[in-house]
């Protein structure tokens, strides 16, 4: 218990006076004569005794009441929370609102936001003039205190639902930092949750816990804002097969679903954008829903021409969190990428070439075409001699692969640099042929990741450890299941004094690299340390390893076609994005623009220019859900991309907090929980000045007043009858 | 102002005059039994004559009126009795107690006593005075001539009621010194133990006496009309008692009634006329109502 005026406690003191008058002055009683005393002398005892305790409950009637006065003058205040600050300081306000996307959760027409918004406007309301107010987000931009309290209103009212919030204990660390900073005022922190357990995870907690022990002055109010009973259906993250089709490829997708507090089975529906901004509905199905409230939606299409595709897979029905409803997908349809193989000897080139571009599914060579999914082809590979290699227009190509080459002359090596540095890529694959001599010097050694030392005989396996280059990530899902040491390296190119902007992708087991890569202007040169076109058994020699082997060499294929991708180029890039991650593109040589437009799903479009020479557009502007196009060059123009962002997979994860073993694990004489806007008003009354007494004071002084008044009447004014 | 003119207003000789004071046991005794009657100077006073009707006794008929108007005339009598009457007055501190009151107890009681004593001279009934304290004061022997009112009333004039009061023992000594079966009219407040007074008053009634009991009080005494925190003082014995007065009324006046209650119980028991009076009525209705009353009794 506190007291606002404490000084007018002193006036308990005048309960001196009617002591003193009781004591002192008593009153003196009227002389009379009376001859009848024999009546008033029978009873004379009892009448003392009632007439002692009468002046006596007067006395402590009349003491009450000046102690009551002043007690209640002094201004006496509950102060049960225990959540004391600085008396009479001026106050700083954080008012933290948790505006991520789960917070459009609707219940009673309103979302939680609304809701938080509304709470929060009303606790503006009440505060007084000059406080100093902060409105902390969950968006990334910093905060601060706002001018006056009109300003925070209107930036509570401004506020936007945030598809990529910052972890919720980040804010209200800043928050806190925000109030710590006014020294002299009273520090408090208001934080409108929903109490949602993936924000409040244990290392939330902890952190808070930790922000508040180093800020002890601070006080933190948490205003549930939050609904028990969770009623959604959410649709989980697409998943494609391949962001990249090649012609007659078909678009697989497999929606997750999930389902929670409702009972009716969904209908969900899938959408392609056309080129008039119609979305055009191309299936819909109703999923049927395990007892754990999990489903799978499935849809194929087919056709697709080359270009950029877009659409969205909708639910049917509608629920109180829209959000999560709706998830964007792009694809992109593009050609197969032409690559050129050289070889001394076409046989040279035929492993790399069967593996690019299998001719089991070249129509031309088997007479007939095949089903729609086995049809696609990535490569359409080119097998050239070296002698014939100076006149060809590389240009033509997107990759250009070296098999197993002898000393070239400068031409076809100047040939081959002059195209790697416009872009293009070219590979090296080592063997028997190289010399050290002819290729240590001279333009070679502008592609060559180093000087070339020798032909290692050291029995080896090509053993990639780290598989996340993007010359090898497709290998990343099979990394465990791909037997390395069953395609053993017999021999293989060591290299000496490697140049300083070679990185070398993988090692062989003996940890000797085996792939080297190396920037050359705009494009790269990949140098594989071995062969890959001796057949099994070379005349005279052994074979440089057995990746080629035609009995079990199915890592060989992928392998060939991520190097040949990478070179290319033409690799799948992840197209569908959440919301808030930086988006890269990379452009292909003949896409590269200096700006281009970006189109975003509300139908604003931005102006951007890309730095020159550089062949990634980098898009952080992805708050909005949704699809986002790319073009440069009008409306025939050279650049047509696109990209989706869809919605945080844990928005959907509504579970909530237990309130009480949350309140419990934050220090208790800090933090309090509201569940309403009262509880807020009660919090901040107490918190602030404490629960005043004063109203039911004064009527128990009006009581006693009264009684007194009453019985002082009954003993000393009694009706004569 | 003489003492007869002070106590004995015109207006109050007026209200009484038509009125009589009858002993009812003295005359009672007479109506019995003419020719046994064991006192002497009775007279029978004629009143009226009324015609005779059947069932009157013939022994009423009056003879000569018959002789002169050949009618038959009843003679009706009127009673009258030698009644000596003694009004006793208490001479204790206590009667000379007034509280915002025009008369003193003592006053009131000279102011009945003479309108009584108008009374039976006007009767000639002889009429004498007692005056007591702790014991007989004064006496002045009963006469029935005119002169008698002023001489008790200048001696009750002169009168100062200051001394301690013992009733029981002065009616003792009352009882002992009537002779006589006669009228005693006595006026107290009573202040004294009920037992002894009763007591002494069984006695007097015993002795053939007529007893009328003029309980004469204040009428502070009655109402206790006083607020707040108050310290009595008894007159007599200076004893003082505080009390809260507010509080206290109820009690005290239900000991008043008590008190009252025992000697209207206890007179009526032995026979005597007991009234109860305070300062604040008007003695000559009050005495009016009372001998109205007491006629009809009779």
Redesign the interface.
């Known amino acids: 218990m506190g007291f606002l005026t404490p000084a007018l406690l002193a006036g308990a003191a005048l309960i001196a006076v009617p002591i003193a008058l009781h004591l002192v002055m008593r009153?003196?009683?009227?002389?009379?004569?009376?001859?009848?005393?024999?009546?008033?002398?029978?009873?004379?005892e009892a009448?003392?005794r009632?007439?002692n305790f009468?002046h006596l409950l007067l006395l402590a009637l009349r003491c009450a009441l000046i102690a009551g006065f002043a007690f209640a003058l002094a201004r006496p205040t509950l102060k049960g929370s225990g959540l004391r600050g600085k008396e009479g300081a001026p106050l700083a306000v954080s008012l933290v609102v948790d505006n991520s996307l789960r917070m459009q959760y609707v219940h009673e027409n309103q979302t939680r936001q609304e809701q938080a918004t509304k709470m929060a406007q009303g606790l503006l309301s009440k505060l007084p003039a000059g406080t100093e107010v902060a409105i902390v987000d969950l968006s990334r931009a910093a905060s601060g205190f706002v001018v006056d309290l009109s300003t925070a209103e209107s930036r509570l009212r401004n506020l936007t639902p945030e598809s990529k919030p910052r972890p919720l204990e980040d804010a209200v660390r800043e928050a806190i930092e925000l109030v710590t900073d006014r020294v002299d005022s009273r520090q408090e922190v208001f934080l409108f949750t929903d109490l949602n357990r993936t924000a409040w995870n244990e290392s939330a907690v902890a952190a808070i816990n930790e922000t508040l022990a180093s800020a002890p002055e601070v006080r933190l109010y948490l205003v549930d804002v939050g609904v028990d009973e969770i009623r959604n259906m959410s649709l989980g993250p697409l998943q494609l097969r391949q962001q990249t089709l090649r012609p007659g490829e078909p678009l697989r997708l497999e929606v997750p679903l999930e389902v929670v507090g409702l009972s009716e089975a969904p209908l969900v529906a899938l959408y392609l954008e056309g080129s008039t901004d119609q979305s055009v509905k191309r299936g819909q199905q109703i999923v049927e829903i395990t007892p754990e409230g999990l489903g799978q939606a499935t849809f194929e299409l087919g056709d697709f021409p080359l270009g950029t595709h877009q659409g969205y897979v909708q639910l049917a029905a509608s629920d109180p969190l829209a959000v999560d409803n709706t998830r964007y997908f792009t694809v992109e349809v593009r050609p197969p990428a032409k690559v050129l193989l050289l070889g001394k000897e076409p046989r040279d080139t035929l492993f790399l070439r069967e593996a690019l571009s299998p001719s089991s599914l070249d129509p031309s060579v088997m007479g007939q075409s095949l089903p729609a999914d086995q049809a696609s082809v990535q490569f359409h590979s080119a097998s050239e001699r070296f002698a014939d290699g100076a006149k060809l227009t590389l240009g033509d190509y997107a990759a250009v692969c070296l098999l197993d080459p002898p000393p070239l002359s400068d031409e076809l090596w100047q040939a081959l640099a002059d195209y790697a540095s416009e872009g293009g890529g070219v590979g090296l694959f080592l063997g028997e042929r190289a010399r050290a001599s002819g290729f240590n010097e001279g333009t070679a050694a502008q592609l060559l990741p180093g000087q070339l030392k020798r032909k290692s005989r050291y029995q080896t396996y090509f053993r990639p450890q780290r598989l996340d280059h993007p010359s090898l990530a497709a290998l990343r899902p099979y990394a465990e299941s791909i037997p390395w040491q069953a395609y053993p390296v017999f021999r293989f190119w060591e290299f000496d004094e490697l140049s300083g902007d070679t990185y070398v992708v993988a090692r062989f087991a003996n940890n000797k690299p085996a792939l080297l890569l190396r920037s050359v202007g705009q494009g790269r040169a990949l140098t594989f340390a071995t062969a890959v076109s001796d057949p099994p058994n070379p005349n005279g020699r052994e074979p440089w390893n057995l990746l080629t082997a035609p009995d079990a060499a199915w890592p060989f294929v992928p392998l060939m076609n991520q190097f040949i991708g990478y070179l290319a180029q033409s690799d799948s890039e992840p197209l569908t994005f959440e919301a808030g991650e930086t988006v890269s593109l990379h452009l292909p040589p003949k896409e590269r623009v200096s700006s281009f437009v970006l189109y975003q799903p509300d139908g604003q479009s931005l102006r951007r220019t890309l730095p020159p020479g550089d062949d990634t557009i980098r898009i952080s502007t992805t708050r909005n859900l949704g699809n986002y196009r790319v073009s440069s060059g009008g409306a025939t123009g050279q650049l047509k991309r696109g990209f989706s962002v869809n919605v945080p997979e844990n928005v959907s994860h509504l579970q909530r907090v237990d309130s009480d073993s949350l309140i419990e694990a934050l220090p208790a004489e800090q933090v309090r929980l509201a569940r309403a806007l009262e509880d807020v008003e009660r919090y901040v009354d107490i918190g602030r000045s404490g629960q005043e007494m004063f109203p039911w004071l004064i009527t128990l002084v009006a009581l006693v007043w009264g009684t007194e008044h009453l019985l002082a009447n009954?003993?000393?004014?009694?009706t004569?009858? | 102002m003489t003492a007869v003119e002070k106590y004995l207003k015109p207006e109050v000789i007026r209200q009484i005059s038509r009125l009589d004071l009858r002993a009812q046991f003295i005359v009672k005794g007479f109506l019995q039994g003419l020719h046994a009657s064991p006192l002497q100077g009775f007279s029978v006073e004629f009143s009226e004559h009324r015609k005779y009707a059947p069932g009157d006794n013939p022994d009423d008929i009056d003879w000569l009126v018959y002789a002169k108007t050949d009618k038959y005339y009843i003679k009706k009598f009127e009673a009258e009795t030698n009644l000596t009457g003694y009004l006793v007055m208490d001479l204790s501190a206590s009667m000379a107690y007034s509280y915002e009151q025009e008369l003193t107890k003592f006053e009131y009681s000279i102011c009945l006593a003479a309108a009584l004593c108008y009374l039976m001279i006007h009767q000639n009934d002889p009429v004498g005075l007692i005056t007591f304290g702790e014991k007989i004061a004064d006496c002045l022997a009963p006469k029935s001539k005119r002169a008698q009112i002023g001489n008790i009333l200048s001696l009750l004039a002169k009168l100062e009621p200051r001394e301690k009061t013992n009733i029981g023992n002065s009616l003792n000594q009352l009882a002992a010194m009537l002779k006589h079966s006669s009228l005693v009219m006595l006026f107290s407040d009573l202040l004294a133990e009920p037992e002894e007074v009763i007591a002494s008053l069984r006695r007097l009634r015993h002795g053939g006496h007529d007893v009328i009991l003029f309980h004469v009080l204040d009428q502070a005494e009655v109402s206790f009309p006083f607020e707040g925190l108050v310290e009595l003082e008894d007159p007599e014995t200076s004893e003082t008692i505080e009390v809260d007065a507010d509080a206290y009324r109820s009690e005290y006046l239900e000991e008043i009634d008590q008190f009252r209650t025992l000697y209207v119980r206890e007179c009526r028991q032995s026979g005597i006329d007991y009234v109860p009076l305070d300062t604040s009525m008007q003695f000559d209705r009050a005495l009016t109502e009372y001998l109205i009353n007491r006629r009809n009794w009779g």
């Open positions: 009153r003196q009683p009227r002389q009379l004569k009376f001859p009848a005393l024999q009546f008033v002398r029978k009873r004379q009448n003392r009632r007439l009468r009954r003993f000393y004014r009694g004569v009858s």
